[in-house]
């Protein structure tokens, strides 16, 4: 069959016409997607740096953070880190029944998994990008 630049009509095959008054300009999909810019790949690099100096800078004071994890109405309290390094564990004389070690035990996992789940809490909300400005990244 033809080209790209022929047809099909029922006389045969005809070029396809040609626009005289359209110069011959290379186009750039890709550029014209991102608003005719282009990707600004300097501004993407220092967006990546900066969210990484704030990743870090979050994760360092979420590892100097303590946090209490609680169980039993305060009869068990553990502090542990945003580390997760234990600090203390400071458990209430009258939570302490040498008849049910069970109960004991059971309170200290609980006040545990607390503050396993407040540390996962500080650090999910200290690294949130919800400030993060992109607007410079796509050449606009």
Same mark, same amino acid.
């Given at each position: 069959?033809?080209?790209?630049?022929?047809?099909?009509? %029922?006389?045969?095959?005809? %070029?396809? %016409?040609?626009?005289?008054?359209?110069?011959?300009?290379?186009?750039?999909?890709?550029?014209?997607?991102?608003?005719?810019?282009?990707?600004?790949?300097?501004? !993407?690099?220092?967006?990546?740096?900066? &969210?990484?100096?704030?990743? !870090?800078?979050?994760?360092?004071?979420?590892?100097?953070?303590? &946090?209490?994890?609680?169980?039993?109405?305060?009869?068990?309290?553990? &502090?542990?880190?945003?580390?997760?390094? =234990?600090?203390?564990?400071?458990?209430? =004389?009258?939570?302490?029944? %040498?008849?049910?070690?069970?109960?004991?035990?059971?309170?200290?996992?609980?006040?545990?998994?607390?503050?396993?789940?407040? &540390?996962?809490?500080?650090?999910?909300?200290?690294?949130?990008?919800?400030?993060?400005?992109?607007?410079?990244?796509?050449?606009?």
């Amino acid at each position: 069959m033809g080209t790209d630049d022929e047809r099909l009509t %029922p006389d045969g095959i005809v %070029p396809a %016409p040609v626009d005289e008054d359209v110069d011959d300009v290379d186009v750039d999909p890709l550029a014209d997607l991102l608003g005719g810019g282009g990707l600004d790949f300097g501004a !993407l690099m220092e967006q990546a740096s900066n &969210v990484q100096a704030q990743m !870090l800078a979050a994760q360092q004071q979420a590892a100097a953070t303590e &946090v209490e994890g609680v169980a039993g109405g305060g009869a068990v309290r553990i &502090v542990v880190t945003g580390a997760m390094e =234990p600090r203390s564990v400071v458990i209430d =004389p009258a939570a302490v029944d %040498p008849d049910d070690v069970d109960m004991l035990q059971d309170l200290v996992l609980a006040a545990l998994r607390d503050a396993v789940e407040r &540390v996962n809490s500080l650090q999910s909300e200290s690294i949130g990008l919800g400030g993060l400005d992109i607007s410079g990244l796509f050449g606009g």
